[in-house]
């Protein structure tokens, strides 16, 4: 099962902030949080991942709260190529001793002109 | 860039029979992951192998099997294809164990 919850679905404006949020109650001291997105048709694409602190990269931000319980991905600037399925993502320990990503369903996210 | 290419976009099959899905990688990474996505439930881990003959079972390994040869391909096996594998396939891969996965674009397989 997957260790983190978002909200379905989320509407934004172009040219806006969008913050997607992620909850991670259960999330393990060494487990990396990492954002995904989907876009129609295609695989899913790498946005970002982080540990303890806050991340930047050119696609997004990632804000995760001082207990880790939760983290917010931030697109600084939504345009309508950013409508996709989000993917909020705990990387987990296999039984065979590596790790593996577990994904939820994800959130869709509308960016509206 | 990273770059994974799955065989087939579309893939039409009838029950019973064998079907391959091929991936290749080539960006030398050691990870290779097989994944099948449904309306509603997401992503869900088929099987992963960690190095060349090393495989190991994701959460619905059951129908499949997976063989990788060489470092660059990795092979899903559907021995006897039903209509309940009937989805969208993906392949991804990554340099290391704890590094970012790069998805190819996915087949759909439609099994009459």
């Known amino acids: 099962d997957a260790k983190t919850t978002q909200p379905p679905s989320m509407d934004c404006a172009e040219g806006r902030a969008a913050n997607l949020p992620c909850n991670h109650s259960?999330?393990?001291?060494?487990?990396?949080v990492y954002w995904y997105r989907q876009i129609h048709s295609q695989g899913p694409q790498y946005i970002i991942h982080?540990?303890?602190n806050n991340e930047t990269n050119e696609m997004a931000s990632l804000i995760i709260t001082e207990d880790r319980k939760s983290s917010t991905l931030i697109l600084p600037h939504a345009t309508l190529r950013d409508t996709a399925v989000y993917y909020c993502?705990?990387?987990?320990?296999?039984?065979?001793?590596?790790?593996?990503?577990?994904f939820g369903k994800g959130m869709k996210l509308t960016v509206n002109p | 860039d990273v770059k994974v290419t799955q065989s087939s976009r579309y893939l039409v099959k009838r029950t019973g029979e064998k079907v391959f899905l091929e991936c290749v990688q080539d960006?030398?990474?050691?990870?290779m992951f097989w994944y099948r996505q449904d309306p509603g439930l997401g992503l869900r881990l088929i099987y992963f192998s960690y190095d060349v003959k090393m495989k190991e079972k994701g959460d619905i390994p059951e129908g499949y099997s997976v063989s990788r040869e060489k470092k660059e391909r990795f092979s899903l096996i559907l021995e006897s294809a039903s209509t309940n594998q009937t989805s969208m396939y993906l392949c991804a891969s990554s340099p290391g164990i704890y590094e970012t996965q790069y998805f190819g674009p996915g087949t759909r397989l439609l099994v009459l």
């Open positions: 993502i705990v990387r987990v320990s296999t039984q065979g001793g590596s790790e593996k990503l577990v």
């Open positions: 982080g540990l303890k």
């Open positions: 960006m030398d990474h050691e990870n």
């Open positions: 259960t999330i393990s001291g060494n487990e990396y």
